[in-house]
C-alpha cells in the first residue's frame, strides 16, 4: 500500500492501516469466523490480528508512562511547593516561558529566522516586558520595603507606568524596523501570535503568582483541583465513556466530564477544610526571598476572619440532606465554588487548546513530557482557574480592607509619597484622639 505524507509526496515499500480498510477487515473476520476463510481473508485476518495486538501493547506502554511521569511531576511540585512562596512563585515563571515557547513556536520558520536575527530577540524582549508591565499584580507589593534602601527600586515604583509604556513602544519601533519586503506575511503573522500568547498566557499566569503571595492555599487549591480533574475526567471516560461531549474531541465522554465534575467538588470540600486550618497556607507572604523551606518555622500570622471555623444554619431546604447545622469556614464554602468552577468551566480551556491544535494539524504542543506532551498540554487549564480564583477571592473575600494584614498595609504605605503619608498620619492621630475620648468618657 502507498500512501501520502502531508506535502503530498508518495511513500513505497511501507504498509498502513487507515481506519476504513480496518474496519473492512475486522467486519470481514466477523462474518466469516464460522466458515473457512479464504487465502485473501485469512491474510487480512492475520493483518488485522498484529495491528491490534501493537495497538494494544502501544497503548499499554502509553499508560506506563503516562503514569510514571504524572508520578514524577506531581512528587517535584510538591517539594517546590513545599520550599516557599518564592520558588513556587519561580515555578509558575519557568512554566509560563516554556508555554510561550512552545505555543510561538507552532509556526516558527527557521529558513526565515535566519534571515531574521533580531526577531527572535524581540520576541523575549516582549515576555520580559509582559512581565514588568504586570508587575503591580504581583512583584510592586513586594519591593516596596526595600523603595527607602535602593534608590533604582525607588525609580521603578515611582515611574512603572511610564517606563512600561516607553518599553512596549520601543518593542514595536524595533519590530517595524525589523521588517523585510519578502518576509512581511511571516513577521506579522508571527508578531499576532505572540501578542495573543502574551495575552492569553503569560499576562494570565501573573495572576497564580499572586494567588502565592496572597496565601498558598490559594495556589494550592486550583491546581490540585485541575489535576485531580483531569485524571478523573481519564479514569471515568475509560471505565465508563460512551457518549462523545462534542466532535472536535471524540475521546472526552460526557460519562468522563460528568464523573470527573463530582470527584473535583468532593476534593474541593476536603481541600478547603483542610488547608484553612494551617497558616502555612492561610499566611500571606510579604518578602519576595526567603530561605527554601523556612515558611514551616518562621510564617506566622494572625488568621483572617474568612478562615476561622464558625457554626452556620442550614437553610430548611438542604436540612434533610446535611442537617440543621454546618460547622465550616468562610474559605471552605468558597472553595466549593472555585470547585464548582474547576470542574465545569476550566475543562473548556483545554477544550479551546484540543481545537487549537486540530486546527494547526498536531497531536500535541511538544514532546518535553513522555506520555503528556508538551508542557501547554498539562497547563492549559490551570490558567482559567488561575485567573477565576485571583478575581473571586478579590471579589468576595478579600474586598473588604479589614481583610488584609497589618504587614500588607505596612508595605503598602511605604509605597506612598510624602504627602499621602503625612495625610495618613493625621488620619491615624485623629483616628486614635477618637479611641482615648471614648474611653474617657
Known sequence: MKFRNNNGDMKKGIEIFDDTELETESETCRTNKKGKLSSGNSSRNFRYSVYTANQKMSQGTNLMTRTLWTIILLSTFFVILAAGHTYSSILVLILTSAVYQEVISLKRSNEEDKHLPLFYTLRWYWFGVTLFATGKLWWIPLIGIYRDSCTLFNIVLSYHSIISYSAALLGLMAFILSLRRYTLKYQFSQFGIMILTLLLVVTQSVFMIANIYRGLMWFILPTILVICNDISAYICGKLFGKTPLFKLSPRKTMEGFIGASIITILIAIFLGNFLSKYQIFICPQNNLLETPFSMWSNLTCEPNLVYIFQLYEVPLSLQPIIGKSIYISKAQMHAIFIGIFTAFVAPFGGFFASGFKRALHIKDFGTTIPGHGGITDRFDCQVLA????????????????????????????????????????????????????????
Open 386 to 441: 488561575g485567573v477565576f480564583t485571583f478575581l473571586y477571592i478579590r471579589a468576595f473575600l478579600f474586598k473588604n480592607p479589614k481583610s488584609f494584614s497589618l504587614d500588607f498595609i505596612i508595605s503598602a504605605a511605604k509605597l506612598l509619597s510624602k504627602p499621602d503619608i503625612i495625610r495618613l498620619i493625621s488620619i491615624l492621630e485623629a483616628h486614635i484622639n477618637s479611641f482615648n475620648s471614648t474611653y474617657s468618657v
